[in-house]
């Protein structure tokens, strides 16, 4: 259960640009969304993901179309990974018509119906059951597809946790729970909240698969969530994989960081993932200085384009707010 | 009578239940049960008695004591493409999932812009009158139903116990079936040829044309007995069976009030910020000047539900309260004659 040594996993150049693309696809989203927090075009509640790309970029590899996502408030990196549209995205931010979600989700709660991406949810451990009822789906429709679920290691402190692990690992359920762990539960640090810290031994007792890994080594990411989610698809049972990792950015928009010290914070961005496997690409001949400015002016560019799509998308009418309360396919509700 | 006879059987309302789950989980191999001792144990109730045998380990589903985990799985799994029927023990437990219920079941339309619904089906018995005190008497019909996104029905019927359920299944939002734990031994009469049952509208057990006494779930049979004493006055009470809290069809109980002048809600949750506030206030928008005489209420008295017999009772709405309420104001008396 300990973690992999970094810089085991080899790549090829494709594969390594595509996996250091997304991670920067998402980072250059998360930078710009902090930019437009500052200008008020973004407002509530924004939890970025920078630090942790490799999580969500690394488990994303090896999942099918067919598979279930269940996630966090801080997903914006889980949605662009799985295929989600920046332009749909940056609108649902805006809180424009266009939006995933028509604008009454936002940042914490995305929802992709084609993707199956399932949320975005707010309640620290509320998505774990909702995993498991997904995998539950799968299992009692004697299909092939998984559920995923990502969480942050505060989440295990919660009931929700606790009782999610035991009734996946009773009823032998397809989920993979993916905890990243970036040591802070909003600034509390894993030690100061929770009696056990070793959280893949925690999941471990409750007859599971599990193991730990470097969450800033995307290849090692990638390498366990293929063995695990392999080994959920094919035997039908849960799995549990902590990824070690950081987040460089402020819990939330309005967050002074009290809790850690600039130092750490330092230290963590030279272990950074897009910084280290960039520089490993380098080393191994696999990628040149061009290749990384065209990655950077690339993810820009799809940035600025994702902007300028949310800018000119309107809000919907106010007459629609109480649509969707209930489904519009059958009864209507008060 | 002959004809009705023959097309009613006499059964409890328990089996009312049984016989809408065994149809449905028949009809549809999407359906399945979960729920804290529904198998083996046969449910806490009885309702499930005989389901294990008879579906299998797969659709009838024990849990473990994890009212979020079970709550939540069971919102996940209709998302997935099941049918999926909750059974909280008692409503006493639902506490434990509430934020599955309120932050996800009810949540997720709107949320997601329409994207996906929950067609999720939980059942869970709820009310006093047992002696089983404070933790395990809840009346939150009420406040379950004060949230957007969720429907709320109290079957207080046999062919509601058994139809409501199929209706539910059908519906792509979630739905919460509240039984009444005093209503599980009732004797009644089931038509032979149930089907989905209505779970939009309020119905008129009784016509009268003097005062509307408004209510649900057990205290039905309360109000109904009390509509009788009060016809032995003189007095015909019409009674509304709301059967749904959410939506509250208050277009049934206003045209009603319209008719009769006079209101009485009963309802054994609680007086203050209730159920009964609720559909009072609505009276006072939609049928004010149609009123002879100030609605009043009878509900739960504001206090723990305690242990003792004739403390118990004495929460609880009585008929002699309901009786009284509506002498007091045809004789056009001033004050409340409401428990609380």
Known sequence: MSAQPAGQHAVTREHGLHLLREMLRIRCFEDRCAELYGAGKIRGFLHLYNGQEAVAVGVMQSLRSTDAIAGTYREHGHAIARGIAPRRLMAELFGKETGCCRGRGGSMHIFDATTRFYGGSAIVGGCLPLAVGLALAEKLQGRDGIAVCFFGEGAAAEGEFHESMNLAALWSLPVLFVCENNLYAMGTALARSQAATDLAARAANYRMRAQAVDGMDVLAVEAAARELVAFVRTERAPAFLEARTYRLRAHSMYDPQLYRSKAEVREWEERGPLVTFARRMEAQGLMSEDDLTALREEANAEVDDAVRFAEQSSFEPVADLQRFTYAEVAHGGD | ?340
């Open chain 2, 1 to 340: 009578m002959a004809a009705i006879e023959a097309n009613t059987r006499r059964i409890t309302y328990r089996d009312a239940v049984r016989e809408g789950l065994r149809d449905a989980l028949r009809r549809d191999p999407a359906v399945f049960l979960m729920g804290e001792d529904i198998g083996k144990y046969g449910g806490c109730f009885a309702v499930t008695k005989g389901f294990l045998e008879e579906f299998g380990e797969a659709r009838i589903r024990d849990t473990p004591l994890s009212e979020s985990a079970f709550v939540g799985a069971g919102i996940g799994a209709a998302l997935g493409g099941m049918r999926p029927i909750v059974e909280i023990m008692t409503v006493n437990f639902s506490l434990l999932a509430l934020d599955q219920i309120m932050n996800t079941a009810a949540t997720l339309s709107h949320m997601s812009g329409g994207q996906f619904n929950v067609p999720l089906v939980i059942r869970m018995a709820s009310g006093a009158g047992r002696q089983v005190a404070a933790q395990h008497s809840h009346s939150l019909e009420g406040w379950y139903s004060h949230i957007p996104g969720l429907r709320i029905v109290t079957p207080a019927t046999l062919d509601d116990a058994a139809g409501m359920l199929a209706t539910a299944l059908a519906c792509p939002d979630p739905v919460i079936i509240f039984e009444h734990m005093a209503l599980y031994n009732m004797e009644g009469e089931l038509t032979a040829a149930f089907g989905p049952a209505d779970i939009d509208h309020a119905v008129i057990r009784r016509a009268g044309r003097d005062v509307t006494l408004i209510t649900y779930g057990a205290s039905l049979y309360k109000c109904l007995t009390a509509a009788e004493r009060l016809a032995a006055h003189g007095i015909e009470a019409e009674v509304i069976d709301l059967r749904s809290l959410r939506p509250l069809d208050e277009r049934t109980f206003i045209d009603s009030v319209s008719r009769t002048h006079r209101a009485v809600i009963v309802d054994e949750g609680w007086r203050s910020v209730g159920l009964a506030a609720e559909i009072g206030m609505r009276i006072m928008e939609g049928a004010f000047y149609e009123l002879d005489a100030p609605v009043q209420r009878v509900c739960g008295v504001e206090v723990p539900m305690p242990y003792a017999s004739h403390l118990e009772q004495a929460a609880l709405p009585q008929v002699e309260q309901i009786v009284a309420a509506v002498t007091g104001m045809m004789a056009g008396a001033a004050g409340g004659a409401g428990a609380g």
